[in-house]
């Protein structure tokens, strides 16, 4: 099993995981952060998960339909006691953010941590990857989010040697294309770009806050890749902006919130700006 994961290390951008996560922990590539949530009942015998919610839902129905006693509690405190304890951070979709510190407490009351660090890349000091090396702590981490290429299917789990190996087995020898594996290296390694990035969408959080609040909406909370808004009737401002040619999310267990990605450039600014002041 080891040398499985030797030779899948051997052939993903690990050099630029290193750089652009901070970390020298076992690495394994995967199809994307959600083929990594499908492999995690395969980690441990079947039993409790916890789920600090709410949160991105297919944690909770990879782990149920595996057989697994699934909760979603609302503090970190509940999440002790079980196999697995699953932390989105910052949190999707309203982009709380936990500190390292209360996370790592965790890790002796736990079977397996699993930190989803998919929207962590824009956010400084926010990541767990540095003590991925640790017994118990998983880190899951998508590279389309930050990077604007999710179609690439490319995605890291960052952690012990043996749960990386548990994962690399798993995953077959061959579990991303030669394209992702190309473009993967080439992205992470250019540090230059990421921090003109960080910096932009620093910037544009405030822009697209200040338009959504000229239409009346409430910021509820967001990452710098996405932000989330109080509405009133998220279908009905779901469905003024589809007709701008802009998708959004809503989400049923709060009717007025609405999730808006950021514009990409000056032309879909000016597609949102006209769409909100319908």
Not at 11 to 19: D, E, K, L, Q, Y
Not at 95 to 119: K, T
Not at 169 to 187: D, E, K, L, M, Q
């Amino acid at each position: 099993m080891e040398r499985v994961a030797v030779a899948i290390r051997d052939r993903i951008p690990s050099r630029g995981c290193a750089a652009a996560y901070g970390t020298d922990a076992p690495i394994v590539a995967i199809g994307g952060a959600q083929a990594a949530i499908q492999l995690l009942p395969s980690l441990v015998s079947r039993g409790q998960a916890r789920i600090l919610a709410p949160t991105y839902n297919e944690y909770a129905g990879v782990l149920s339909a595996a057989g697994w006693d699934v909760t979603e509690v609302s503090e970190l405190a509940a999440l002790a006691g079980a196999d697995i304890a699953v932390v989105v951070n910052p949190n999707n979709p309203d982009g709380q953010r936990h500190d390292r510190h209360e996370l790592l407490a965790l890790l002796p009351r736990v079977g397996r941590l699993v930190i989803d660090e998919s929207f962590a890349d824009a956010v400084s000091g926010i990541s767990l990857a540095p003590d991925a090396g640790r017994a118990g702590l998983l880190i899951l981490r998508s590279f389309g989010k930050f990077y604007g290429l999710a179609g690439l299917r490319l995605g890291f789990a960052v952690g012990n040697e043996h749960d990386i190996a548990t994962l690399a087995a798993t995953t077959g020898p061959w579990p991303v294309s030669g394209a992702a594996i190309a473009i993967g290296r080439r992205a992470l390694l250019d540090r230059d770009w990421a921090r003109a990035t960080i910096a932009r969408l620093a910037d544009d959080c405030v822009r697209l806050d200040a338009a959504a609040q000229s239409r009346g909406w409430t910021p509820v909370g967001g990452t710098p890749l996405f932000r989330l808004y109080e509405t009133g009737d998220a279908l009905a401002a779901q469905e003024m902006l589809a007709r701008g040619q802009i998708w959004s999310r809503v989400f049923q267990q709060k009717p007025g919130w609405l999730r808006l990605g950021l514009p990409g450039n000056e032309i879909e600014w000016t597609r949102v700006s006209a769409a909100l002041s319908r």
